[in-house]
């Protein structure tokens, strides 16, 4: 049985990533940082007696990535895939947007994918495995005031396919970018919330609909699975194909 790495996934993408990856046979470390959540998705894994470990680590600490990557070999003996899921942002003007705060994203986002990267790599080489980041639209376009946010996913587009270059053949490294989609029910209890969503968010998607993290999800089950081993160094858009879509005011 495979083991996947999933970091942020006790919410949003990285929480139904982690229980299609349970139902679809894998057992999965769910890497979380974020102390409410962790606390929820522990209880709830337990509840449904799944094939899950959960780690406290923040990603943009050496210290814990390794400490991470040794439990998660206690637990199951190997690692076979990495998803470099968790992220965080923080929106504020130029003039209001400190160090400390751009700092923190780049740490988080960019810097936390490459340390995930760097201390499964070995692991991942013994087994033929994967890496599959998480990147976005934003590291092509943008909406104002997403400075450290848009930088750390352009920056994960780059390394993605150095990783690839470097890691191959015997790791393929591979990135997702998503458009809108919509995980606000699936956050925390204290954050989490039905939006309602109207016609237009819907219509404005050439697909017809603002996106879920399912289609994130069976992304990435598509590219974790061996019989996909021709496909490495990629960006995959999954966006309803609006950033295909020219719009005049």
């Given at each position: 049985?495979?083991?996947?790495?999933?970091?942020?996934?006790?919410?949003?993408?990285?929480?139904?990533?982690?229980?299609?990856?349970?139902?679809?046979?894998?057992?999965?470390?769910?890497?979380?940082?974020?102390?409410?959540?962790?606390?929820?998705?522990?209880?709830?894994?337990?509840?449904?007696?799944?094939?899950?470990?959960?780690?406290?680590?923040?990603?943009?600490?050496?210290?814990?990535?390794?400490?991470?990557?040794?439990?998660?070999?206690?637990?199951?003996?190997?690692?076979?895939?990495?998803?470099?899921?968790?992220?965080?942002?923080?929106?504020?003007?130029?003039?209001?947007?400190?160090?400390?705060?751009w700092n923190r994203v780049i740490g988080t986002n960019l810097t936390g994918t490459f340390l995930c990267s760097k201390y499964?790599?070995?692991?991942?080489?013994?087994?033929?495995?994967?890496?599959?980041?998480?990147?976005?639209?934003?590291?092509?376009?943008?909406?104002?005031?997403?400075?450290?946010?848009?930088?750390?996913?352009?920056?994960?587009?780059?390394?993605?396919?150095?990783?690839?270059?470097?890691?191959?053949?015997?790791?393929?490294?591979?990135?997702?970018?998503?458009?809108?989609?919509?995980?606000?029910?699936?956050?925390?209890?204290?954050?989490?919330?039905?939006?309602?969503?109207?016609?237009?968010?819907?219509?404005?998607?050439?697909?017809?609909?603002?996106?879920?993290?399912?289609?994130?999800?069976?992304?990435?089950?598509?590219?974790?699975?061996?019989?996909?081993?021709?496909?490495?160094?990629?960006?995959?858009?999954?966006?309803?194909?609006?950033?295909?879509?020219?719009?005049?005011?």
């Open positions: 049985m495979q083991t996947v790495i999933v970091t942020g996934g006790a919410q949003g993408i990285g929480r139904v990533t982690t229980q299609y990856l349970l139902t679809h046979g894998y057992r999965v470390a769910v890497w979380e940082n974020d102390a409410e959540a962790l606390e929820e998705f522990s209880e709830a894994m337990k509840a449904a007696n799944s094939k899950a470990l959960v780690i406290n680590c923040d990603i943009s600490s050496e210290t814990a990535v390794k400490n991470a990557v040794r439990a998660t070999l206690d637990r199951f003996g190997q690692i076979n895939h990495l998803i470099n899921n968790a992220a965080i942002m923080v929106d504020k003007p130029l003039d209001r947007f400190t160090l400390e705060e499964t790599a070995p692991h991942l080489t013994e087994q033929l495995g994967s890496i599959v980041n998480l990147c976005s639209t934003r590291a092509f376009q943008s909406e104002p005031d997403t400075f450290a946010y848009s930088a750390s996913k352009g920056g994960i587009l780059a390394l993605t396919h150095s990783l690839a270059v470097s890691l191959g053949p015997a790791v393929r490294v591979n990135c997702i970018s998503p458009g809108w989609i919509d995980v606000s029910a699936l956050k925390k209890k204290g954050k989490a919330r039905n939006e309602t969503l109207r016609p237009e968010d819907h219509s404005q998607h050439p697909a017809g609909r603002v996106g879920q993290a399912d289609d994130i999800a069976r992304m990435i089950l598509f590219l974790i699975n061996d019989s996909n081993s021709f496909i490495t160094g990629q960006n995959f858009v999954v966006d309803g194909g609006i950033s295909r879509k020219m719009i005049y005011v």
